[in-house]
């Protein structure tokens, strides 16, 4: 009998076949990142153009319901009434528990004050060193593998002793080389690789939402 996560693989093969050769990969990230948060961890997470949305995307899918129901605990819920009658019971009604993503891509201030002061290379480094510790998880995001970004906070984050994620194309570069694991869409051309990418961290958002809080 296959296990719910392998259901939810199989059912990601079903509706696009030509992952069905990833699907041991696309498992073993998914225990890198269920292992993460159940370590009070956090994922971190970088791309370039569209990987940079898929980076925002996917930090918003853990960071509230993705397909069901995530109430807060009861406790916190009664102490949000007490402390504030007139605002807490909506924020008890309406507050979701959230999977912490912080999508690297999306802190402007920061980022472009150190792309004009330092390195514009090594944006994502300086976040990473300033964002990791212990327990978190690096996921970075390139169709060619070898975005010179990506790979340095892929080094920082080794350094850190940061488990590495690699979601690339199919050739997987530099990245699938030095990351824990590397998914590697089995794709080539940038728009093809990125259509692919989109329905495999849909599964993962599926299988954490399922793993931490139920089917609601």
Known sequence: MK??????VEAL???YPELSEIRQPILEAYRVMEACYERDGKLLIAGNGG????????????????????PMPEELAERLREIDPKRGPGLARNLERGLMAIPLVAHEALTTAYINDVDALGVFAQQLYG????????????????????????AV??????PVIGLTGR????????????????ADETYRVQELHLP?????????????????
Do not use: Q
């Open 131 to 154: 964002f990791g510790r212990a327990g978190d998880v690096f996921l970075g995001i390139s169709t060619s593998g070898n975005a010179e970004n990506i790979l340095n906070a892929a």
């Open 157 to 162: 984050a080794r350094a850190l002793g940061i």
């Open 51 to 70: 990987s940079a949305a898929d980076s925002e995307h996917m930090a918003g899918e853990l960071m509230k319901r993705f397909r069901f129901p995530r």
């Open 13 to 15: 093969a079903a509706r």
């Open 171 to 186: 050739k997987g570069g530099e990245l699938a080389e030095i990351a824990d694991v590397a998914v590697k869409a089995p």
């Open 200 to 216: 495999i961290y849909h599964c993962w958002c599926m299988m954490l939402e399922e793993r931490f809080f139920g089917k609601g």
């Open 3 to 8: 296990s719910g996560l392998e259901k939810h």
